[in-house]
């Protein structure tokens, strides 16, 4: 799957969550700007792994804090 089609299925699920990956608003921290549980932080995530058929190692998703590193985690 190439790059192109691996960010339109992450916008796409990002966009299921209300999380716009334009401008700043990619660099907001998932907890204290998104307002996110960590219960929904942990479905986006799952959902993300689903949608591009990858699993992430858990050490590196506890280092996660805002879309722009998780999407740099996903495409690596």
């Known amino acids: 799957m190439g790059k192109y089609s691996q960010l339109r299925k992450i916008t796409q699920v990002f966009g299921e969550y209300g ?10 921290h998932f907890i204290y700007d998104l307002q996110m549980d960590k219960i929904f932080l942990n479905g986006l995530i799952f959902e993300l ?3 591009l058929n ?4 858990d050490h590196k998703v506890f280092q996660v804090n ?3 590193q998780l999407i740099a985690l996903l495409l690596d």
């Open 66 to 68: 805002a879309p722009s």
């Open 54 to 57: 990858k699993e992430l190692e």
């Open 19 to 28: 999380i716009v990956l334009t401008g700043v608003r990619k660099h907001d």
């Open 49 to 51: 792994e689903y949608a």
